[in-house]
């Protein structure tokens, strides 16, 4: 690529339900970004503790110990109502409490213990933790602040969830350059893949099959020289790993029951651990037929062991297996196209190594080999890194043009309460469809326009995103004054209506994005402040630990003088100040080991060292004396 826009650097952060991953491109291909553990995925958990928060691999290293204030799965709740059935299902598994959000048309809120404190948390807020982190993982990387992102989503999200996952960037601070849809991501990935080495073909049909942790998603993508359609989007955002694990859970913790006859169903923290040995073992099961799970003291003192095997795993999650088939013929025929007609089947998602899976979707297709060549796990974030590049002002000899779609159709409700879809799903974006409205009663001066997304004929049936008002309307007859309603959708797939009465200035407009059940402006202002002030002590807290850790590094450099050789020559009254000093830091440390004031620790390492430093280096000056004379040097050699 060459050429750099004012908005670089941009990042492509996949944002999972139980992974995430971020990329950016370099040097003529997109570098997947390593976390500080070296991990190049970040598991999608926010976790806290009396003392501090923790994100990714830290957050759910002590999920055993701290179920109840340890977050997951939140992309299952972002944009969601409390109310909704997938959200009271998965309520129930959780070990955290989700309640209901006052005022806020049953949004739901998160409730943890921090810092002793009960504090509540939106899903925006617990996903914006994660895209910090995201960000914050770039910025070591590149070595410079990093603004600018384009974040995926999965393909089936509505326009609450896409809007809610925006917010999230905004509350960590990004500029979300473009929302755009998992499988066209890592179609972009696939098709850059294909360009990169040069294959001459002509355009191809790609069918994107993208099974993650929490949500599925298949795309049917026209794949020209200089360009990629999606031609339908089909799915499910509640269905993934996730899910699989519940059922190796609810499996294991039937079988304890009948072992021990004692429930662990209540218990907040033997779950997560059984749910933890359950995911180990989902992932062991694609390589091999069988495998088993040991927990120590489970329960109470009980300790618990059992197998499982490929087929019994199979068995307990066929009818899931089976739902995963039914959107790829749906998408099929909303593309208007048979089996034969696609090229290609691209396998996205870390679900898509289970076996059964593979070998459904083989048989699906009459025994067409799969294609297996991306990253199952870095694909979309790869995709999203080539977007943003593109987006910033880079221009590659792959470059193309995205054309996405909706996902779900859109209209409002007409008087008789039915669906009067005025853009229908599957349809390219950006978008701008009208539709005319006459008065249904006379001299009627004022028209409600509610909006809906989804595909029941009942407007009330479908998704609810928001209602205005158009007023002002010259009295007349029914059926003499019109109302010209546009629905408008922008490249992030968010919707805009507009209501305008026909042969007057008389309009009105309205945002999704300002439907009550999503976040106001001052709302995320807030939540902005509120995130700035968690990272600040995120970073405090990473000077207390690394100012402990000079001094306790300290600490042990001195034992380890004082176990060597030269220690016995030094006079008894220092060997003595040494030893009382070391001491009392090493009693100071076990009192102090909770500490908060980076000043403490790093005035007890100047204190000590300026006890021990003069002697050590008075004992090396005098070592070097000795070493300079060739006889001392001798009899020094013989005594070591």
Same mark, same amino acid.
């Given at each position: 690529?060459?050429?750099?826009?004012?908005?670089?650097?941009?990042?492509?952060?996949?944002?999972?339900?139980?992974?995430?991953?971020?990329?950016?491109?370099?040097?003529?291909?997109?570098?997947?970004?390593?976390?500080?553990?070296?991990?190049?995925?970040?598991?999608?958990?926010?976790?806290?503790?009396?003392?501090?928060?923790?994100?990714?691999?830290?957050?759910?290293?002590?999920?055993?110990?701290?179920?109840?204030?340890?977050?997951?799965?939140?992309?299952?709740?972002?944009?969601?109502?409390?109310?909704?059935?997938?959200?009271?299902?998965?309520?129930?598994?959780?070990?955290?409490?989700?309640?209901?959000?006052?005022?806020?048309?049953?949004?739901?809120?998160?409730?943890?213990?921090?810092?002793?404190?009960?504090?509540?948390?939106?899903?925006?807020?617990?996903?914006?933790?994660?895209?910090?982190?995201?960000?914050?993982?770039?910025?070591?990387?590149?070595?410079?602040?990093?603004?600018?992102?384009?974040?995926?989503?999965?393909?089936?999200?509505?326009?609450?969830?896409?809007?809610?996952?925006?917010?999230?960037?905004?509350?960590?601070?990004?500029?979300?350059?473009?929302?755009?849809?998992?499988?066209?991501?890592?179609?972009?990935?696939?098709?850059?893949?294909?360009?990169?080495?040069?294959?001459?073909?002509?355009?191809?049909?790609?069918?994107?099959?993208? $099974? /993650? =942790? @929490?949500? +599925? %998603?298949?795309?049917? #993508?026209?794949?020209?020289?200089?360009? &990629?359609?999606? !031609?339908?989007?089909?799915?499910?955002?509640? $269905? /993934? =790993? @996730?899910? +699989? %694990?519940?059922?190796? #859970?609810?499996?294991?913790?039937?079988? &304890?029951?009948? !072992?021990?006859?004692?429930?662990?169903?209540?218990?907040?923290?033997?779950?997560?651990?059984?749910?933890?040995?359950?995911?180990?073992?989902?992932?062991?099961?694609?390589?091999?037929?069988?495998?088993?799970?040991?927990?120590?003291?489970?329960?109470?003192?009980?300790?618990?062991?059992?197998?499982?095997?490929?087929?019994?795993?199979?068995?307990?999650?066929?009818?899931?297996?089976?739902?995963?088939?039914?959107?790829?013929?749906?998408?099929?025929?909303?593309?208007?196209?048979?089996?034969?007609?696609?090229?290609?089947?691209?396998?996205?998602?870390?679900?898509?190594?289970?076996?059964?899976?593979?070998?459904?979707?083989?048989?699906?297709?009459?025994?067409?080999?799969?294609?297996?060549?991306?990253?199952?796990?870095?694909?979309?974030?790869?995709?999203?890194?080539?977007?943003?590049?593109?987006?910033?002002?880079?221009?590659?000899?792959?470059?193309?043009?995205?054309?996405?779609?909706?996902?779900?159709?859109?209209?409002?409700?007409?008087?008789?309460?039915?669906?009067?879809?005025?853009?229908?799903?599957?349809?390219?974006?950006?978008?701008?469809?009208?539709?005319?409205?006459?008065?249904?009663?006379?001299?009627?001066?004022?028209?409600?326009?509610?909006?809906?997304?989804?595909?029941?004929?009942?407007?009330?049936?479908?998704?609810?995103?928001?209602?205005?008002?158009?007023?002002?309307?010259?009295?007349?007859?029914?059926?003499?004054?019109?109302?010209?309603?546009?629905?408008?959708?922008?490249?992030?797939?968010?919707?805009?209506?507009?209501?305008?009465?026909?042969?007057?200035?008389?309009?009105?407009?309205?945002?999704?994005?300002?439907?009550?059940?999503?976040?106001?402006?001052?709302?995320?202002?807030?939540?902005?402040?509120?995130?700035?002030?968690?990272?600040?002590?995120?970073?405090?807290?990473?000077?207390?630990?690394?100012?402990?850790?000079?001094?306790?590094?300290?600490?042990?450099?001195?034992?380890?003088?004082?176990?060597?050789?030269?220690?016995?020559?030094?006079?008894?009254?220092?060997?003595?100040?040494?030893?009382?000093?070391?001491?009392?830091?090493?009693?100071?440390?076990?009192?102090?080991?909770?500490?908060?004031?980076?000043?403490?620790?790093?005035?007890?390492?100047?204190?000590?060292?300026?006890?021990?430093?003069?002697?050590?280096?008075?004992?090396?000056?005098?070592?070097?004396?000795?070493?300079?004379?060739?006889?001392?040097?001798?009899?020094?050699?013989?005594?070591?």
């Amino acid at each position: 690529m060459e050429g750099k826009g004012g908005e670089w650097p941009a990042i492509g952060i996949d944002l999972g339900t139980t992974y995430s991953c971020v990329g950016v491109w370099q040097h003529d291909h997109v570098e997947i970004i390593t976390n500080n553990q070296g991990n190049r995925t970040t598991p999608s958990w926010v976790a806290f503790t009396l003392n501090e928060r923790l994100v990714g691999e830290a957050a759910k290293n002590q999920a055993g110990l701290n179920p109840t204030n340890t977050i997951h799965d939140v992309k299952r709740l972002i944009g969601r109502r409390f109310t909704e059935e997938t959200v009271q299902s998965d309520i129930k598994l959780w070990p955290f409490k989700v309640i209901s959000f006052p005022h806020k048309d049953n949004k739901p809120l998160i409730v943890v213990t921090y810092k002793g404190e009960e504090k509540h948390f939106t899903a925006e807020e617990i996903s914006a933790m994660i895209l910090m982190k995201m960000k914050e993982t770039a910025e070591v990387y590149l070595g410079t602040e990093v603004k600018n992102a384009v974040i995926t989503v999965p393909a089936y999200f509505n326009d609450l969830q896409r809007q809610a996952t925006k917010d999230a960037g905004t509350i960590a601070g990004i500029n979300v350059m473009r929302i755009i849809n998992e499988p066209t991501a890592a179609a972009i990935a696939y098709g850059l893949e294909k360009k990169a080495v040069e294959i001459k073909e002509a355009a191809k049909n790609v069918l994107v099959f993208d $099974l /993650g =942790g @929490g949500t +599925f %998603d298949v795309s049917v #993508v026209h794949l020209a020289k200089d360009s &990629f359609e999606v !031609k339908a989007i089909s799915g499910n955002t509640h $269905l /993934g =790993g @996730g899910d +699989f %694990d519940s059922r190796l #859970v609810s499996h294991f913790v039937a079988e &304890f029951k009948r !072992k021990h006859n004692q429930d662990i169903s209540g218990n907040p923290r033997a779950l997560a651990r059984l749910r933890a040995a359950c995911e180990r073992a989902k992932r062991t099961l694609s390589s091999t037929t069988e495998t088993s799970i040991q927990l120590d003291c489970l329960y109470e003192t009980i300790d618990f062991s059992s197998t499982i095997s490929r087929a019994r795993f199979e068995k307990l999650n066929m009818d899931l297996f089976s739902d995963v088939m039914d959107p790829v013929e749906k998408c099929l025929k909303d593309a208007k196209m048979e089996k034969e007609d696609i090229h290609e089947v691209v396998c996205v998602g870390g679900s898509t190594r289970i076996p059964k899976v593979q070998r459904l979707l083989k048989d699906l297709f009459h025994g067409k080999e799969l294609c297996n060549n991306l990253n199952p796990d870095e694909a979309v974030a790869c995709g999203a890194a080539i977007h943003a590049a593109i987006l910033s002002g880079f221009r590659h000899k792959g470059c193309f043009l995205l054309v996405d779609i909706t996902p779900l159709s859109l209209g409002t409700d007409i008087y008789n309460g039915d669906m009067s879809v005025i853009i229908p799903r599957n349809t390219p974006i950006p978008t701008k469809m009208v539709q005319n409205y006459i008065t249904a009663r006379d001299n009627q001066t004022i028209m409600g326009i509610s909006v809906y997304e989804g595909e029941r004929l009942i407007a009330k049936d479908n998704n609810f995103l928001g209602k205005f008002d158009l007023c002002g309307i010259n009295p007349a007859p029914k059926g003499v004054a019109a109302v010209i309603v546009s629905f408008e959708i922008d490249e992030n797939g968010i919707l805009i209506v507009t209501a305008k009465e026909k042969g007057t200035t008389n309009k009105n407009q309205m945002t999704i994005t300002n439907h009550r059940g999503n976040l106001s402006s001052k709302e995320i202002d807030w939540m902005v402040k509120e995130a700035k002030k968690y990272r600040a002590e995120d970073m405090e807290k990473q000077k207390v630990a690394t100012a402990k850790f000079n001094l306790e590094i300290y600490v042990s450099k001195m034992w380890d003088i004082m176990s060597g050789q030269f220690w016995k020559k030094i006079v008894m009254q220092d060997k003595n100040m040494i030893e009382d000093a070391i001491e009392q830091t090493i009693q100071w440390l076990d009192w102090n080991h909770d500490a908060t004031d980076t000043c403490k620790f790093e005035d007890k390492l100047t204190g000590l060292k300026n006890i021990c430093d003069p002697v050590i280096a008075k004992m090396h000056q005098n070592d070097s004396h000795l070493r300079g004379d060739p006889q001392n040097r001798a009899n020094l050699d013989k005594t070591n």
